[in-house]
């Protein structure tokens, strides 16, 4: 008998295995932030950082590629205009590489030249423009984030 005045029950039992199922915590979105403008590096890592993403940053086009080469991204967010190599030729080689043609890609840009590409306009690709709305950037990112990978692209 327990303190209590119960009755233990000394029986064996079968040993029963528990099959629970395992615990998958979010794990935080990678973003690789790409533009020669250290300002716009710095608020857009903040700000996602705040979010709960892992940040990665570049300043140009050859930066972003070693960045992409060492641990790629869930999402890569870039200038058009960049020195070395530009948004633009970033976004080709993203595309056409097999190990990285199913990142996302939101390209910010403060030419209304790039706003009707038909290069722009790909699967997988969002055209956020600067200056920078907060609601715009937040309604890409979620939508993007959301949608998985973009299809292939034809060549």
């Known amino acids: 008998m327990s303190k209590l005045g119960l009755k233990r029950d000394r029986r064996k039992r079968p040993k029963t295995k ?5 615990l998958r915590l979010p794990v935080a979105k990678r973003v690789l932030v790409v533009d ?15 979010a709960g993403y892992e940040v990665a940053k570049a300043y140009d086009g050859m930066e972003a590629m070693d960045a992409l080469d060492r641990e790629p991204p869930d999402l890569v967010i870039l ?11 970033l976004c080709q080689y993203i595309r056409a590489t097999p190990r990285f ?18 290069r722009i306009a790909q699967p997988g690709v969002t055209l956020v423009p600067k200056p ?17 990978p973009p299809p292939a692209c034809p060549g």
């Open 101 to 118: 043609r199913h990142i996302p890609v939101i390209i910010l840009t403060g030419s209304h030249v790039y706003a009707d590409d038909h």
């Open 18 to 22: 528990i099959h629970a199922p395992k």
């Open 132 to 148: 920078i709305e907060m609601p715009v950037l937040r309604e890409a990112l979620s939508r993007v984030l959301r949608a998985g």
């Open 36 to 50: 020669n403008d250290r300002f716009y590096v710095e608020f857009l890592s903040d700000l996602l950082q705040q």
């Open 79 to 89: 200038d058009i205009v960049m020195p070395k190599i530009d948004g633009d030729r």
